[in-house]
């Protein structure tokens, strides 16, 4: 009696165990849901993207952070996957700090450095049988990446330089999802005028000169900041920040982070302030 008593006990025991086994939380494998780190710049010379993928997820890879890394070419695609999946990193324009900083609770955390500066120059760039000493008549078009709300993209063109003669509110802008694609644009003849950066000018001025060759320079722009590195503050914790931010401080010759900094034309970062 006494050995069936034990048995039905020891019966009561493993049930009671094998219910709090399946109630239980299981606890999320490694990697199985990462914190994710957005990368959206126009302005970059750099349009592999997967090139640039690589060479990211090689230098996380000695993080031991769980961290996925998305590139983003087209802002609709950036704009709409940073809404859904709130990533915990961005390496972004400052004016798409000012419009989403608050809504994701961004707060800046490198600045790269370009030539030891923190800024670059636009180039408004028109082909050579256009004569820049006179007003170039309406109708006209101008081919450029994105500088915020198409709303303020008119008052940031005039913004960017001392004095422009041109009627912007005649101008015909065509928004492209790369600097390269503006300047593809004026060399074809699709448009008469093209905003693009002076490292996406002088790179391809490197690599195809035979691009830029009718190209020429109407007006050099006041300094534009360059992406800023932030972090959600909701997602991601001051000392999980400072660990990522030594990935990018620690400067080296060689590896996954010299090959990165070629890619995106950098050669430094430093603290944002």
Partial sequence: MLRIRLLIQKSWLALILWLLLRLAP??????ETPRYF???????PQINLASLKEAMDDLLAGSQQDILFQPFAHFPDFDRNVTARQPAFLLLPPWYLDLRGAFLDLKPLLRPLREGKSAY???LLARQEQDNKKRIPAPRSLATTLMGPRSSVRAKTWLLFDALNLDLDRLNIVFVPKGTDALFALTLGQVDLALVAATTYDFLAQRTPSLVKGVKILKRSKPVPLPILCYAETKVSKEEAKRFAA?????????????LMEMLHFD???KAH
């Fill in 38 to 44: 957005f990368y959206y710049d126009p302005d970059s």
């Fill in 121 to 123: 120059d636009k180039l």
């Fill in 268 to 270: 430094g970062w430093e």
């Fill in 26 to 31: 299981i606890p999320a494998a490694a990697g």
């Fill in 247 to 259: 990935l990018f401080l620690q400067r080296r010759a060689s590896g996954p982070y010299r090959r």
